[in-house]
């Protein structure tokens, strides 16, 4: 129902971390974030590819039409601190077709493969599987097994039941949809009758986000210590995620009823088992042999989830309504266990439309509840975000957002130009500029303001 939006995604409000160690999570993970993800994403990758060259070959004997393109891109980027946040090259080839000699297909089958090198990142080069899955059309029913991207909810700058997929939070102001990294999974998708149809997935493998660079980090808080004692150093963080086992599958249903009121309407509804993406960070106190002398010692823990919500749009008139809700279970709902994040609130209610010879406009209002610790205050937020697109002609594109988070007066502020050169040749110049005082939510990344200048070739 929707153009392309410029969009920016609301940071978690409330890190989960022991009230007795109050460490910064995106500080402590950062060490071994690289090696996890490298690990990781390497089998992850491996398991994707496997299912995906399964199905291909298994329908290798009927009539196989295939399209082969990709994307070349830079980028270069400068920060208002003079560093360099991105100076970025990369290709995308993407190989997609169909199977079957009939009007419709029997089936269609995707496969992205991605490298890159930025000099400007820690790790500079990248080499990846993007997408890469097959899809067979079973009557009513559609499967898909292999690395994918499932994007559930009706809204976009908050989605609460957008869980499945995790999220590239390296630009953690990025438009929202360029941050979900596709997962193996399996999908299936049942068409009924009436207007309804039911989407599930299982996620065989845990892939963790990906965590914020240095420059998006917060200093670490050390915690209060009594008289006479000190922190003499900080060991590496200890990580304890999922492994890869039956016990371990997550698994979700999303169903949607189309509804013909106004000039169209649909609701769904959306519960979802496995775990946060994000880890929560707690901190303990090692004794040494000196007395009085401690180590810091961080654990990152993913915690086990259930995730029960819906959403909702509606064509009225000359505007589309969209909302979404959710709650977040957690394990430890009386907050008393600091290794384990608290149960969460979100719901998101907003409108769009088509100004009359003018800019396509969105507003959307956000609320976000962390439950509190025990003895604690529960942490609340409420932002909106206004964003606007408007293209004068077939190669210029004008896009702006802003997003506000009004419990601390921060927030940022994103406008873009694109232009065509040629076909398939796309030019892009953009800002974020972050404001708010220290120490709140964007008002702590003031410094990471910055310019970025880029250039695309699909082919």
């Known amino acids: 129902m929707s153009n392309r939006q410029?969009?920016?995604?609301?940071?978690?409000?409330?890190?989960?971390?022991?009230?007795?160690?109050?460490?910064?999570?995106?500080?402590?993970?950062?060490?071994?974030?690289?090696?996890?993800?490298?690990?990781?994403?390497?089998?992850?990758?491996?398991?994707?590819?496997?299912v995906s060259a399964v199905l291909l070959c298994a329908t290798a004997a009927a009539q196989v039409s295939y399209r082969l393109g990709g994307l070349l891109t830079t980028e270069f980027g400068?920060?208002?601190?003079?560093?360099?946040?991105?100076?970025?090259?990369?290709?995308?080839?993407?190989?997609?077709?169909?199977?079957?000699?009939?009007?419709?297909?029997?089936?269609?089958?995707?496969?992205?493969?991605?490298?890159?090198y930025d000099a400007a990142a820690a790790e500079r080069f990248e080499v990846g599987l993007g997408r890469a899955y097959a899809t067979v059309y079973l009557g009513p029913v559609d499967l898909s097994v292999g690395n994918q991207v499932v994007a559930w909810g009706s809204t976009d700058a908050v989605n609460p039941v957008d869980v499945v997929n995790p999220r590239d939070l390296s630009n953690p102001v990025a438009d929202p949809a360029d941050q979900r990294r596709a997962t193996p999974l399996l999908r299936a998708t049942v068409h009924a009758q009436q207007g309804v149809s039911v989407d599930m997935v299982v996620v065989p493998v845990f892939v963790p986000s990906t965590l914020p660079g240095e420059r998006w980090q917060s200093a670490a808080e050390l915690p209060t210590l009594p008289p006479g004692t000190a922190i003499v150093g900080v060991l590496a963080p200890s990580e304890t995620a999922p492994a890869f086992e039956f016990g371990n599958m997550q698994f979700g249903v999303r169903a949607t009823l189309d509804l013909d009121l106004g000039g169209g309407a649909d609701v769904s509804a959306v519960a979802y088992r496995g775990f946060r993406h994000l880890p929560t960070t707690s901190a303990e106190l090692?004794?040494?042999?000196?007395?009085?002398?401690?180590?810091?010692?961080?654990?990152?823990?993913?915690?086990?989830?259930?995730?029960?919500?819906?959403?909702?749009?509606?064509?009225?008139?000359?505007?589309?309504?969209?909302?979404?809700?959710?709650?977040?279970?957690?394990?430890?709902?009386?907050?008393?266990?600091?290794?384990?994040?608290?149960?969460?609130?979100?719901?998101?209610?907003?409108?769009?439309?088509?100004?009359?010879?003018?800019?396509?406009?969105?507003?959307?209002?956000?609320?976000?509840?962390?439950?509190?610790?025990?003895?604690?205050?529960?942490?609340?937020?409420f932002s909106t975000v206004l964003a606007a697109t408007f293209d004068p002609d077939n190669r210029t594109g004008l896009d702006v957002a802003w997003l506000h988070e009004w419990t601390d007066g921060s927030g940022a502020v994103r406008p873009s130009f694109t232009y065509t050169f040629a076909d398939g040749l796309t030019g892009t110049a953009s800002a974020t500029v972050l404001y708010g005082k220290g120490g709140s939510t964007y008002g702590a990344w003031r410094d990471n303001t910055q310019f970025r200048l880029g250039l695309a070739y699909a082919f």
Do not use: C, M, W
């Open 6 to 50: 410029p969009r920016l995604s609301p940071v978690d409000p409330a890190p989960r971390v022991a009230p007795e160690g109050r460490v910064a999570p995106a500080t402590l993970a950062a060490p071994v974030a690289r090696t996890r993800l490298a690990k990781r994403g390497a089998f992850a990758t491996r398991v994707a590819f496997a």
């Open 78 to 116: 400068v920060a208002v601190d003079g560093t360099i946040p991105v100076a970025a090259a990369g290709l995308t080839l993407k190989l997609d077709g169909e199977v079957g000699a009939g009007l419709f297909p029997d089936a269609v089958f995707v496969a992205e493969l991605y490298a890159g």
């Open 286 to 381: 090692v004794p040494t042999e000196t007395p009085g002398a401690f180590l810091l010692q961080p654990r990152l823990a993913y915690d086990r989830i259930t995730v029960l919500g819906g959403d909702f749009s509606a064509v009225l008139g000359a505007y589309v309504v969209r909302g979404e809700a959710a709650y977040t279970f957690s394990d430890d709902p009386d907050g008393t266990d600091p290794a384990v994040g608290n149960d969460a609130f979100a719901a998101v209610l907003g409108a769009e439309t088509k100004l009359a010879g003018g800019p396509f406009v969105t507003l959307q209002g956000a609320y976000q509840r962390t439950a509190a610790d025990a003895g604690g205050a529960a942490h609340e937020s």
